[in-house]
């Protein structure tokens, strides 16, 4: 039997593609929809924890919108390495860290947001580890703070509707690969990675019942394509997703 996918695996898979993710830090920067989120729900003299910040396309492109008290903080140490680069090139004081999204090392209420960038939380393999992460952004919340995030949806694109259902047949005769650990858990191929990639697709239900579980109040759910057209340079690098902005209840 093949051991489950690990936080190796992860470290492994966005290692190799630092360079890229660096490319896209100094050529793309915020999305349209990540724009409006900000100026939407974020007053710019917030502190905000980047996590999962990669090279730091999100930090410092949120920096130059005037939101200066941000740090960016990433699980693997080749991205961190990347975005100090790109912070020589910008000349940009803000702050990287190699850090881990299921144990921060940061004291209760450090934050009024926590953004958590293109399906990065869907990156943690399993949803023990996923609940893991969601509780350790909500310790180092304040109170009201804001937990901004994206995912896929399964229920979003018509043309893997055939697959989902092929992959519920799987689980359910237990014939799914032995590396997964639930329903919506695939590896793929990726746009941004060299290797192939592990990451959970979630319905746009089950994320809604989980923040709701844990004790988050939804002020906003939309997926990309239904508000923003965004560039050419944006669609070649991500496929669409689904934005969650939830509060600390």
């Known amino acids: 039997m093949e051991d489950k996918i690990t936080t190796d695996f992860i470290l492994d898979q966005y290692g190799t593609a ?39 396309r999100t930090t410092f492109a949120l920096y130059d919108l005037g939101y200066h008290g941000i ?17 020589k090139q910008l ?8 850090g881990d999204a299921t144990d921060l090392n940061y004291e209760n209420q450090s ?3 926590v953004f958590f960038s293109f399906n990065g939380m869907m990156s943690i393999p399993s949803q023990a580890k996923r609940d893991q992460a969601l509780n350790e952004i909500r310790r180092i919340l304040k109170p ?11 229920d979003m694109e018509p043309h893997f509707l ?19 650990y639930d329903y919506g858990d695939i590896i793929a191929s990726s746009k941004n990675e060299v290797r192939d990639i592990f990451i959970h697709i979630p319905t746009m239900n089950e994320i809604d019942q989980w923040l709701k579980a844990n004790g988050w109040e939804l002020l ?7 508000k923003f057209i965004e560039s050419e340079a944006v669609k070649e690098k991500s496929g669409d997703c689904r934005f969650w902005v939830a509060r600390k209840k």
């Open 71 to 87: 740090v960016g903080v990433d699980l693997t140490p080749e991205m961190i390495e990347a975005a100090l680069d790109v912070k």
């Open 220 to 226: 906003e759910t939309f997926y990309r394509n239904e």
């Open 91 to 98: 000349e940009i004081e803000v702050s990287f860290y190699v």
């Open 144 to 154: 009201d703070g804001l937990y901004i995030f994206t995912t896929h949806d399964q």
């Open 111 to 113: 934050f009024d947001v």
């Open 18 to 56: 630092a360079y890229h993710y660096k490319e896209y830090a100094l050529n793309v920067g915020l999305w349209k929809s990540e724009e409006y989120v900000f100026r939407k729900h974020v007053i710019t003299s917030s502190k905000i924890l980047d996590l999962g910040c990669g090279a730091g």
């Open 162 to 180: 055939e697959f989902w259902k092929e992959e519920k047949i799987k689980w359910t005769n237990g014939d799914q690969d032995p590396r997964l």
